[in-house]
C-alpha cells in the first residue's frame, strides 16, 4: 500500500455544491492574491501596501487527470496580469546545454507574484526515469537536488504548493476514449499518452518513490484524488488557500480576514 492507494476516488459532489464552494473560494483567492501582490492591505511607512511572498503552485498528475481543469478554475476570479501560468515540455536543444534545472529558475515569482507551473522539474525522476532518457545515477541524484531547490525556495519565503491529480486506470481510459471521440479535443491525445498508460505500473512506482523522498515540511505534496473532475476543482483550490494562509502566518504577513469571517462581522459591529 502506498499514498496513492489510500486516497479515497470515490468522493463526489453534486454540481450545486461544487459550484457554491467555487464560488466562495475563488473570491477568498481573489481577496488572498491582491493582498500578496501589495495591491491591498495596510499601508507601510513609504506610504505603498507591501509585497507578500511569492507564491508558485506546480501540478503533475497522470495524463488527462484535469489538470488544465483545475488551473482554468483557479485562476478564474484573478486579473490576467496578477498571475503566470508556465508549461514545460520535453527541454529544447538549447535548454539541454544547461542544468536541468535552469529552466525552471526563469519564470519564478518574485515578491508579489504568482507563477502556475503545468508540469514540473518532477519530470526528472518520472518521464526521464520510466523512458530511460536519463541515467539511473543522474535521476537518482535528482531527488536531492529537488530537495536543495525546493528548500531555497522556501527559505527565501515562497509559498510552495505541490499537486499530484491522481486518476484511476479505468477513469484515466474512459477520459481517453471520450477525448478520442470529440473533435474538439482529440488533440490533446497522442501516441506518447497510449504508450505511457502501457505502463502504467511503472509510472505508479516512480510516483510513489517521488512523494516519499520529496515531501518535507517545507513542501509538502498534496495528493487530490481526481476521479471526479469537481471534487478535484475544489479541493485544488480550497488547498491553495489553506496553503497560502497557513505560510503568510508563519512568515508573518498578514492577511485580510475572509468575507463574513468573526473577524470582519465584528470589525462592522
Known sequence: MGRLDELDLTLRLSRKE???????AQTR????????GGQTGPEGSDG??????????????WDASGKGGAIKRLVASLDARHYRVAQFAAPTADELRHHW???????????????????????RVLVERVEGLTPELDWRRGYQEIREFERQLADDGTIL?????????????ERFERRKND???????????????????EYTAAVEEMVAETDSGAAPW?????DSKRW?????LETVIKRIEERCETLGFALPPAAGSHDEEAGES
Open 48 to 61: 505603498h501596501h507591501p509585497f507578500g511572498p511569492p507564491l508558485l503552485i506546480v501540478f503533475e498528475g
Open 161 to 173: 504548493v505541490k499537486f499530484w491529480l491522481h486518476v484511476s486506470d479505468q477513469e484515466q481510459l
Open 222 to 226: 498534496d495528493l487530490i484524488p481526481a
Open 101 to 123: 534545472l535552469h529552466r525552471f529558475w526563469l519564470p519564478l515569482p518574485g515578491r508579489g507574484g504568482m507563477a502556475i507551473y503545468d508540469r514540473t522539474w518532477y519530470g
Open 18 to 24: 461544487q459550484d457554491r464552494r467555487l464560488e466562495s
Open 232 to 236: 478535484a476543482r475544489v479541493a485544488v
Open 183 to 201: 473533435p474538439l479535443k482529440a488533440w490533446k491525445l497522442t501516441e506518447e499518452d497510449w504508450r505511457n498508460r502501457a505502463k502504467r505500473e
Open 29 to 36: 483567492l481573489a481577496q488572498l492574491r491582491l493582498a500578496l
